[in-house]
């Protein structure tokens, strides 16, 4: 079975599939004994980072520790933007943000934070 995913350039956005690494930092799943991630990003066909929750609402997004500042995060937001489009969503919510490095791309993508930025959303 084909995982769907976005191409662009040596990135990869795929749907997630048992044997994935899940975001470190997720404590688990509701409804599910595995810890298997929605989304993962690949980049040169390595595993760099993954996605919990959907393209309309991301919970928990990681880029591994030996990927991160090097735009792989940035990369991350733009392609789930892309999935968000084709599924046709309007709007895309990422909470709860509480690192100031993910604050950062999703400002610089555009995306609006609450009051307390805890929780950042995007038209599009």
């Excluded at 930092?25 to 599910?32: E, P, V």
């Excluded at 996605?51 to 880029?63: D, K, L, P, T």
């Amino acid at each position: 079975m084909m995982r769907v995913m976005i191409i662009d350039g040596k990135y990869i956005l795929q749907k997630g599939r048992s044997g994935d690494k899940p975001a470190s930092k997720f404590i688990g799943k509701i409804g599910s004994k595995e810890n298997i991630p929605d989304y993962v990003l690949l980049y040169q066909n390595d595993q760099i980072g993954a996605i919990h929750g959907g393209a309309s609402c991301i919970f928990h997004i990681e880029i591994f520790d030996r990927y991160q500042c090097q735009g792989h995060g940035t990369k991350f937001i733009e392609l789930m933007e892309k999935e968000a489009k084709m599924l046709g969503l309007d709007q895309i919510e990422v909470s709860p943000v509480t690192v100031d490095k993910l604050r950062h791309i999703l400002e610089k993508r555009g995306f609006k934070p609450n009051s307390k930025k805890e929780e950042y959303k995007k038209k599009l």
